[in-house]
């Protein structure tokens, strides 16, 4: 089965449960809206410091987490992350994608093209998110 077609099996078979994190409600708004405009199942907190708390209670397949401002604290969720529930994986997003980076974790641009945000967390639903990717 072709890359191409395990996207068209996610977009039309499976829902994607996914939670978004971050302290930007702007964010919080445009990624719930865009996610659940392709299909997903989106669940959003702006509790960061309860992040394994709220993967826990909803059991997201994909965290797209706010990297904004914080790499290390993001770094060390995301470590947390991988670690204690190594079935979800994690797409990051930066207002800098270019200067920031996380090892082993796809950094993209948070105000970036609209369908660029499904299509990460598709690829991270799919593929998982333990090999870094150029973006």
Do not use: C
């Amino acid at each position: 089965m072709s890359a191409a077609d395990s996207l068209h099996n996610v977009r039309t078979i499976q829902p994607i449960n996914v939670l978004v994190a971050s302290r930007d409600t702007r964010f919080l708004k445009l990624a719930r809206f865009l996610l659940e405009r392709h299909g997903r199942s989106v669940e959003a907190t702006r509790k960061l410091h309860e992040l394994l708390d709220v993967v826990d209670r909803t059991e997201p397949n994909v965290v797209v987490l706010d990297a904004t401002d914080w790499l290390a604290p993001a770094a060390r969720r995301i470590a947390a992350l991988n670690a204690l529930y190594p079935r979800t994986t994690v797409v990051a997003v930066s207002d800098d994608p270019e200067s920031d980076t996380l090892a082993g974790v796809t950094l993209i641009d948070k105000w970036g093209p609209a369908d660029r945000l499904s299509r990460e967390v598709e690829l991270a639903y799919v593929f998982g998110a333990t090999t870094p990717r150029a973006t």
